[in-house]
């Protein structure tokens, strides 16, 4: 964790000294990763709408080879090479961001751990709005705030989530974690340090405005690739 930590410390450094206010920091390091992040978040739409149009082949190849388990492994994989469609393209942003989240955990639990810089340590105590001191949790506010965006965000990712036979699946599962992961998010936010948790919510609104925006390029993507067809 020392190596992703250290260079976020760095990164978190460098913008308290043009911004001189902790939180604010933390907010223009937030913009800064998803912004790093939005070529993958693109690429996952890009994946989503590919999967719409896959998926009818490979229901297909489901019912061909439902008592044939081997033959329909290849099958799969024969239909994923055709239409070069890698089915773990979707999780790769939540991959990359998941040591991201550790890495600031961590930073912003023990900053004089991974921040050599004193003037920091004093920083990450700083006020921010009602907030007395973002190295410690905010019980209530911030943490419901985080849950809510979580909330809304998930629907979306849902909506994007294929329909069909393989949608109806995943229907039950998707359901239950629409509103178990935002709860877990409220819990985990009234003991992760402030920071972190406007690390979380600031992140969620910005995921959200980006994925309105991929959408409608997703809708334009499927359009074209339609009139492309026929």
Known sequence: MKYIAVPLGMLLSAIYDILGHYGLTIIVFTLIVRIALFPLYANQIKHSAKMAEVQ????????????????????????????????????????????????????????????????????????FFWIPDLSQPDQWILPILAGISTFFSFTMTQQQQPTGEMGNQMAPMMKMMRYFFPVMIVGMGRSFPAGLTVYWFIGTVVQIGQTQILNIWKKRLIAKDKANKK
């Open 56 to 127: 009818p082949k490979m229901q297909a190849l489901q019912k061909q080879y439902a008592n044939d388990r081997e033959t329909l492994n290849l099958k799969m994989q024969e239909l994923y090479r055709e239409e070069k469609f890698n089915p773990l393209m979707g999780c790769l942003p939540m991959i990359i961001q998941l040591p991201i989240i550790w890495g600031l955990f961590s930073l912003l639990r023990n900053p004089t751990a991974y921040m050599p810089d004193a003037e920091m340590w004093i920083a990450s105590h700083e006020s």
